[in-house]
């Protein structure tokens, strides 16, 4: 019997390893990243109104942008370099189709399945200093992105946790 014959005849049991398989590879996944990444701060998220050149913490999770004081408020994505120095490494905002339908969310407001698509692909960022932000397809893409940003030292970032 082929390996075609054998799958098709125990397809139920494919179907499972298969599941059993994607649930373990995100799992691993996921540990990785929070290793690499620490959880999120316990005491709030960090902002920015001025391109990351300083940045302050909120004790919830803001739809971003939002008004501060008068500026737009962004995501600061905070960590420390190999030699001890915490800056922003990048900002992060959504496009206002996407904050629309976050503010929805957060009001426990029902979505269709085209707005969670909106959502999801709603997410830009940015290095301090540069004018464009960068739209991603999807998260993946944006973490690649994310995966690829070094300190002035030229090592990997340590985000606090």
């Not at 269709?112 to 464009?132: N, V």
Request: charged residues 25%.
């Amino acid at each position: 019997m082929s390996i075609r014959e054998s799958l098709a005849k125990h397809q139920k049991a494919v179907a499972i390893i298969s599941a059993i398989m994607v649930v373990g590879i995100a799992a691993l996944l996921a540990l990785q990243l929070k290793s690499a990444f620490g959880s999120l701060p316990a005491d709030g998220y960090f902002y920015s109104v001025d391109d990351g050149k300083t940045y302050f913490r909120m004790p919830e999770a803001q739809v971003t942008p939002f008004d501060f004081n008068g500026k737009a408020a962004v995501r600061a994505f905070v960590a420390t370099q190999g030699d001890g120095v915490t800056k922003v490494f990048y900002l992060e905002r959504l496009r206002p189709d996407a904050r629309a339908v976050a503010v929805k969310l957060y009001a426990k407001q029902p979505t269709t399945d085209a707005e969670m698509e909106i959502l999801s692909r709603g997410p830009e960022c940015k290095l301090p200093g540069e004018t464009a932000w960068r739209s991603f397809a999807d998260g993946t893409a944006k973490m690649a992105w994310i995966l690829t940003l070094k300190g002035d030292d030229g090592k990997v970032p340590v985000y606090p946790s």
